[in-house]
């Protein structure tokens, strides 16, 4: 039973476009979403992160927003750059639940392509 | 200044053969996470230590895994006896608990292929 969901395997994106990455979850306790980045042959960086009680939260190039009532995420990149292209993975932390608190829930990735 | 290091890069084994992953998380940080990444599956959760105390071991898929953590700067993945589906990237990660969020650094991952 998947509790975070990327529907997209892959997106394919012209350089200077805005790329969309969809995320959706299925845990009200979830309290904390986080975005990494995935290159071939490395592991995970994090990019950005937004509280359940936000919903968008901006950096650079990157906004994530979060939309509570419909259990769903989405990370934007504007403008997408070559160098975007990655496997991208949404991530949830639920509450503080004891030994839970740390632990995060990933989706399967989207791999995205931004073409020049 | 080192990340996360995980060692082998590359496993190739035969199958019924013993594999120990090795990682050194970051020093300084307290929780440590091993997480496998198929394509079937994605990127789950194995299992995570807290303070070198494991914490959550409901990903082990089965007995043939096991984790130790000897102390704050090592750890341990091993499969005994090891099968082809066993193979996969393993990645190793770590954080310093007691943020308000967890964001976790990963190692390069190990890449382990079992024939």
């Known amino acids: 039973d998947q509790q975070v969901k990327q529907n997209s395997p892959s997106l394919s994106v012209q350089e200077g476009r805005i790329s969309i990455l969809n995320c959706d979850y299925t845990n009200s306790m979830f309290d904390y979403f986080l975005w990494y980045k995935k290159y071939p042959a490395e592991g995970p960086t994090f990019l950005i992160s937004?509280?359940?009680?936000?919903d968008k939260n901006e950096d650079g190039r990157f906004t994530v927003f979060l939309n509570k009532s419909a259990k769903h995420l989405s990370l934007h990149i504007v403008p997408s750059q070559p160098g975007d292209s990655a496997v991208y993975f949404c991530?949830?932390?639920?509450?503080?639940?004891?030994?839970?608190?740390?632990?995060?829930?990933f989706g399967k990735g989207t791999l995205l392509t931004v073409n020049p | 200044d080192a990340g996360v290091i995980q060692s082998p890069r590359h496993e190739v084994t035969e199958m019924g053969q013993e594999v120990t992953l090795r990682c050194k998380p970051i020093?300084?940080?307290?929780?440590l996470f091993w997480y496998r990444q198929t394509m079937m599956r994605g990127l789950e959760l194995l299992i995570y230590?807290?303070?070198?105390?494991?914490?959550?071991d409901s990903g082990m898929p089965e007995d043939r895994f096991s984790a130790k953590m000897p102390n704050a700067s090592f750890s341990t993945l091993k499969i005994q006896p090891s099968e082809p589906r066993d193979s996969a990237v393993y990645f190793c990660?770590?954080?310093?608990?007691?943020?308000?969020?967890?964001?976790?650094?990963f190692g390069p991952g190990t890449r382990l292929t079992v024939l």
């Open positions: 937004i509280s359940s009680i936000k």
């Open positions: 990660a770590s954080s310093l608990a007691g943020r308000s969020y967890n964001e976790q650094f």
């Open positions: 230590f807290n303070n070198n105390v494991p914490i959550d």
């Open positions: 020093s300084g940080h307290n929780s």
């Open positions: 991530a949830a932390k639920l509450q503080n639940s004891g030994g839970s608190n740390y632990k995060l829930t």
